[in-house]
């Protein structure tokens, strides 16, 4: 009878159960590979590497005939300051790596790209973690001189840790599974996913390119008795251009539109061992990011990138929550490219966003947000080292 009390308790006020996000744009990173990264995110119309996978495939198909290897690692460093005191998760890394094999006018590859990965851990144990990742295979076409198509199919992985006292009604973490890397994550679903998008060259200056990502709705997470579902990836669509305005300048600029309100709706967590099941409306509301970026080479060797990224935080106040607090929006970012000879670079890209602030509207606590402010700045930074072959 007790622990049916529980399990009914938890259910109406599932508003103490966090939000499951990574907080740059929502639950996906601000920008992917270190030459958008520099660029405020905006890598839809021009060459950008292998992160093209990541981004839009098709700009593969700008890429100089050979065979190109990106090895990268990036870094998600956020600041949480809460009324739980502040978060001692200030480090995250995502490795990757992408071959491209550009023969004629046929591109084609593999990458592994962390997604995101982002978390906090407070002193009383709480803890909210989840990591997803992407193993992509691109492919795309040269139609033209001015018009590429590209594709890819990814397979998703989630993965995810979670320990949450959810009411202090009750002794111990009525949410306990969790394990000790940080790549993965106790609880973990797979699914497939696609991208399909262009480039097309307006004159010699000016390039537009665009692609959509379908949703990678991921099963139940899994682990042992718990399981987590609803929990998926969003669709989006994006656009862009990119202005060469003279040998030394390119302008790049981005829209996409992060369909949230079609995947993070309701979220249930069950656990088979004690009958507890805890539903919980997240109701995200889609979001439209803009990326902005400025290339400027200074030598055959030295390339200097500038750029800025809005993206308006999806959650809705009363459902924000202390573990997960993906409330960022404007991300500042400054960038870097060195040629070592023709077939070695180094490419490097730092995001700083500025501190946000959040007061949650939902009931008040032990049973919801309501009063609560929650505070997150982040520094992020992306390297990578290519080879051309």
Same mark, same amino acid.
């Given at each position: 009878?007790?622990?049916? &009390?529980?399990?009914?308790? $938890?259910?109406?006020? @599932?508003?103490?159960?966090?939000?499951?996000?990574?907080?740059?744009?929502?639950?996906?990173? #601000?920008?992917y590979g270190p030459i958008a990264a520099g660029m405020g995110g905006a890598a839809m119309a021009y060459d950008n590497g292998t992160a093209a996978m990541a981004n839009n495939p098709a700009t593969l198909g700008l890429m100089a005939d050979g065979s190109r290897l990106d090895v990268m690692v990036g870094f998600v460093g956020p600041d949480v300051q809460t009324p739980m005191g502040t978060s001692e998760d200030e480090a995250f890394y995502m490795p990757a790596i992408g071959y491209v094999k550009k023969q004629g006018n046929l591109a084609y590859g593999v990458g592994i790209y962390g997604q995101g990965g982002m978390g906090t851990k407070y002193a009383n144990g709480d803890k909210a973690q989840v990591s997803v990742g992407r193993v992509i295979f691109p492919i795309a076409y040269s139609v033209n001189e001015r018009f590429n198509i590209g594709g890819s199919v990814d397979v998703v992985w989630g993965g995810m840790d979670l320990v949450a006292d959810l009411n202090p009604a009750y002794p111990?973490?009525?949410? =306990?599974?969790? =394990?000790?890397? =940080?790549?993965?994550? #106790?609880?973990?679903? !797979?699914?497939?996913?696609? &991208?399909?998008?262009?480039?097309?060259?307006?004159? =010699?200056?000016?390039?537009?390119?665009?692609?959509?990502? %379908?949703?990678?709705?991921?099963?139940?997470?899994?682990?042992?008795?718990?399981?987590?579902?609803?929990?998926?990836?969003p669709p989006v669509v994006g656009l862009g251009l990119a202005w060469q305005a003279n040998d030394r300048l390119m302008v790049a600029a981005d829209v996409k539109d992060v369909m949230w309100g079609s995947s993070m709706n309701t979220v249930t967590i069950y656990n088979s061992d004690n009958g507890m099941v805890v539903p919980f409306k997240q109701d995200w509301d889609d979001q439209i990011v803009l990326a902005l @970026?400025?290339?400027?080479?200074?030598?055959?060797?030295?390339?200097?990138?500038?750029? !800025?990224?809005?993206? &308006?935080?999806?959650?809705?106040?009363?459902?924000?929550?202390? $573990?997960?607090?993906?409330?960022?929006?404007?991300? !500042?970012?400054?960038?870097?490219? !060195?040629?070592?000879?023709? +077939?070695? #670079?180094?490419?490097? @890209?730092?995001?700083?966003?500025? #501190?946000?602030?959040? %007061?949650? %509207?939902?009931?008040?606590?032990?049973?919801?947000?309501?009063?609560?402010?929650?505070?997150?700045? +982040?520094?992020?930074?992306?390297?990578?080292?290519?080879?051309?072959?």
């Open positions: 009878m007790q622990l049916n &009390k529980l399990a009914a308790t $938890l259910a109406a006020v @599932g508003l103490a159960v966090p939000s499951l996000a990574i907080a740059t744009n929502g639950m996906v990173m #601000e920008a111990g973490k009525e949410i =306990d599974f969790t =394990d000790d890397s =940080d790549f993965t994550g #106790e609880a973990k679903g !797979y699914s497939v996913a696609a &991208k399909l998008g262009f480039t097309y060259k307006l004159n =010699d200056a000016i390039t537009v390119g665009g692609a959509y990502q %379908t949703a990678g709705n991921l099963p139940d997470l899994e682990d042992g008795a718990y399981t987590v579902d609803g929990f998926d990836m @970026g400025l290339a400027y080479r200074f030598s055959d060797a030295f390339n200097g990138r500038v750029g !800025y990224n809005h993206g &308006k935080n999806p959650i809705p106040d009363q459902n924000v929550n202390y $573990l997960w607090p993906a409330i960022v929006e404007d991300h !500042y970012t400054v960038g870097f490219g !060195y040629a070592f000879n023709k +077939q070695s #670079e180094v490419n490097f @890209g730092l995001s700083y966003a500025p #501190e946000v602030s959040v %007061t949650g %509207t939902g009931p008040n606590p032990p049973y919801g947000n309501g009063g609560m402010t929650i505070e997150h700045s +982040q520094v992020n930074w992306q390297l990578m080292y290519s080879h051309t072959f």
